[in-house]
């Protein structure tokens, strides 16, 4: 089996009849996205969300899966029989079943979907396209749409986030647009509208959605995506592998149960990595200050190499920590184990809501890339919507999963090896770590020439004064990283304390609920719970990128 993988997808848009003459322009424009995409993004799976319609829909997916070994996702507006009357001859209801047959996913309008005219499917399968891509390529004339589900109506839903008959129940929410890959394109019968083949970028406006730009925010998700998964082919293990153990004991959930896991993991491996490289920043600013104390005592050239050897290699951690995001890379996937550990235990409680819809809106923009992944994870879950009120046995297997949920994370956070109390002592670790730094550049400074300003224009290229200098730096940087640790694991503490209240107090809400046998009220408490765990897990992850201290760009 493969390792796990979270691909970035593509959806479709456009036209079924396409102008034969301007087939070989299209097919080529269509090329060069994929292209782009893959020099962007290597490490990355392919994913194409595809209405398999004649024209636009087939033309993207066969280029799709022969030339860049993507896998498709079916987004069909009716149930599949129904749909495949749409084609009139025998060679396209096979191509139809053809591509079908190799698509991973199949989805269709919710069962039990009133839709007043068949059209409508069309409007609901080209907003499931958009919303779920990461970037949507409409093979369009540019006119305006000729019905529900038009393609310029589906690119305008693309751009402003705002998809019709989505989330109906959540007004207030942070538009989740993206980019727009616009083909311009000939219909079959009508008149050719200029440039013909050309690619139009579109991203939504930046002033609305709160990035430095749309072409940046689609670069960075492309980006994003691509580090994730080479993270993950780095572990090796399979989806089964990461999910082995993980609750809920069910076959639902598994890729993000498996998310969570791989994350969870990764995080903790840059956590590591972070704080190993403070620890041995401050152990060469240590022996660089203890080498400077015998300058003066011998002839020897050996306190000279050593302190040379210490700055060396203290600045070496510092520049390939931060050259390779270590601290970055440890928030973001603290954030996306947290919202996977979420949305596993809405499953598991019966619930076929997407975290990604359920970030606070001022907090949205902060995660973007994140709610993507967790949300592409949902999609190749599979989680639908119940079409009936659940069994009372299936009552008592969700309630028991949100108890469960509520009990593992109050153990997590106050238990006798919690994390509250260990970052407590981590955070005084890293503290005094910071004052050694401080005292030792404090020392230095004292007890040097630095300030001597006529030693310092004797020359400029005296080895003691740039030793000296070299210590003075290295004390400050090393003292700079050992406070951010120490800041992390404050704000870590009192983000934790918070989210320990909140879950003490949901614990005993949740047992009040199952004496009164009041299901409803316990699926309640647990969907506000996972809101607010959101909410904390993302001011913290806010609070570290604005610690975050790195030289300015040139």
Known sequence: MQPLQIPLTIGVTGHRQIAASCTAKIEAAVASIFEGVRAKAPDAPLLLLTGLAEGADRLVARLAVERFGAELVAVLPRAADDYRQDFATAESKAEFDRLLGSARLVVSPPAGADHIEPTDGYLWAGNFTALHSHL??????????????????IVQAKLK????????????????????????????????????GRIDWLFPDAVRIGAR?????????????????????????????????????TAQALMVR???????????????????????????TFIAAIASTLHGTTTSALPTI??????????????????????????DFRALAEA???????????????VADHYHPAQATSVAWIRRAIRTAFLLDDIRPAGAPPAPEDCKRHAAAGHAWIDEQVSYFLGNHGVIPR????????????????????????????LDVTHIQQTVLDTALLLRVGRIALAITAGVQAYQAFMSFGDLQRSFAVSAHLFSLARDEARAAAERDDHPRLIHLIVKLGRAALVENVSWVILRRQRRMKPPSA
């Open 258 to 284: 498996a998310l969570k896991a791989a994350t969870d993991h990764i995080a903790s491996q840059f956590q590591r990595r972070t704080h190993i490289s403070v620890r041995l920043m401050v152990l060469a």
């Open 306 to 331: 050593i302190t040379t050897a210490a700055l060396a290699t203290g600045f070496a951690v510092w520049a390939f920590s931060t050259r390779r995001h270590w601290q970055r890379l440890h928030t």
């Open 136 to 153: 949507l390529i409409a093979l369009w004339d540019g006119n305006e749409a000729r019905g529900d589900g038009g393609t310029a109506e």
């Open 423 to 450: 970052y407590r002592r981590q955070a005084r670790h890293f503290a005094i770590l910071g004052l050694v730094c401080l005292g030792i550049g404090l020392l230095i400074l004292a007890g040097n020439k630095l």
């Open 161 to 196: 986030g705002r998809y019709a008959d989505w989330d109906d129940d959540e007004p207030l929410h942070y538009d989740e647009g993206g980019a727009v890959a616009h083909v311009v394109t000939a219909r079959a019968g009508e008149a050719a509208p200029a440039g013909v």
């Open 340 to 354: 996977s550990r979420i949305q596993t235990a809405w499953i598991a409680s019966g619930l076929s809501l997407c």
């Open 213 to 249: 730009g749309g072409d940046h925010r689609h670069a960075t998700v492309l980006s994003a995506f691509n580090t994730l998964n080479r993270l993950l082919k780095q572990g090796g293990r399979t989806r089964d592998d990461w999910s082995a153990g993980e609750l809920p004991p």
